[in-house]
């Protein structure tokens, strides 16, 4: 469990904002945190703000109390996508909705002029890149 202690607060008038440096012991580690707040931060939103800060350095905590060190599998883990590969799969999503879209069109539930409808059609369209057509 962490005390607190407000240990330093400052006013930057150019940039309207207030710094408030507070220390945090749990009887083995010491460090502080500078938090920043515009000028019409309240007393209590301080608190708050400092209260959830705290609660996610207890919670690191009990994350780093599981895990455990050595060589880390990491068969199983989901990839990140690159910014390229989220791209692509959102546009191959897009077109997916596209393609049933259009196809309500064919059986005459919808007639194509709907916005919804066309500005999806436009998304497809400009968010196109020639690469995925080697993967239709």
């Known amino acids: 469990m962490y005390t607190t202690k407000i240990i330093g607060k400052k006013i930057i008038k150019p940039q309207n904002i207030i710094l408030i440096t507070v220390e945090f012991s749990n009887g083995v580690d010491v460090f502080e945190n500078v938090f920043r707040f515009g000028f019409s931060v309240t007393y209590d939103e301080v608190k708050k703000r400092i209260n959830e ?24 883990v989901t990839p990140v ?27 005459g539930f919808l007639i194509g002029t709907e916005t ?19 993967e239709i």
Do not use: C, H, M
């Open 53 to 76: 800060f705290l609660r996610e350095i207890e919670q690191s905590n009990l994350t780093l109390e599981s895990i455990s060190l050595g060589e880390l599998d990491l068969s199983g």
């Open 81 to 107: 996508l690159t910014q390229a590969e989220r791209e692509k799969e959102q546009w191959f999503s897009d077109l997916g909705k596209l393609e049933r879209a259009t196809k309500l069109i064919d059986l």
């Open 116 to 134: 919804g409808f066309v500005n999806l059609k436009t998304k497809v369209k400009n968010n196109f890149k020639p690469v995925y057509l080697t």
